[in-house]
């Protein structure tokens, strides 16, 4: 294996910099990037179940800014959409996305169509803050839920 590549998850492991992992990931995964931030929170809240609100609070805030990576993505690309404009699907999205406004960014946590509608709602230029403020919500929300069934409504569940 590349030095660079042990270096790096050797940098990343947990729990050692636990805290960073979560953060990275759940920044990267709230691109529009296919990964999951949910099994790093759990494994760490697992390792270390002192660390579960700094554990959610690190990645609702990392997967905040990548959510915000992917408004601005959106605001940016109005000529590639420019393509499909005219669809059934595509105008119906749009209509219900400018009824709804920024709080539509609520959904930002839904697994598939979460990261492309904070893409969305950059190309729409609902305004950001209001926008990140939404996607902060569902996200933390998300990651209560999830790490806490899976850490309290589960706990035997995943014992090594």
């Not at 999205?93 to 169509?113: D, H, I, Q, S, Y």
Request: proline share 8%; aromatic share 14%.
């Amino acid at each position: 294996m590349e030095v660079w590549i042990e270096h790096l998850l050797t940098l990343l492991a947990l729990p050692k910099f636990g805290l960073w992992t979560v953060f990275v990931v759940s920044f990267i995964s709230a691109t529009l990037l296919p990964l999951g931030s949910e099994p790093v929170v759990f494994g760490l809240v697992k390792l270390n179940p002192e660390l579960f609100w700094p554990a959610v609070l690190v990645a609702t805030v990392g997967n905040t800014l990548g959510g915000a990576v992917d408004w601005w993505m959106g605001y940016g690309t109005h000529r590639v959409v420019d393509k499909v404009r005219h669809s059934s699907t595509h105008v119906k999205a749009l209509a219900w996305l400018e009824r709804l406004g920024p709080k539509a960014c609520l959904l930002a946590w839904l697994p598939a169509v979460g990261d492309p509608l904070c893409a969305v709602a950059g190309w729409l230029k609902l305004p950001f803050w209001p926008c990140l403020f939404y996607m902060a919500i569902g996200k933390f929300l998300r990651y209560v839920v999830m790490t806490g069934a899976l850490v309290w409504v589960f706990p035997g569940q995943f014992t090594p």
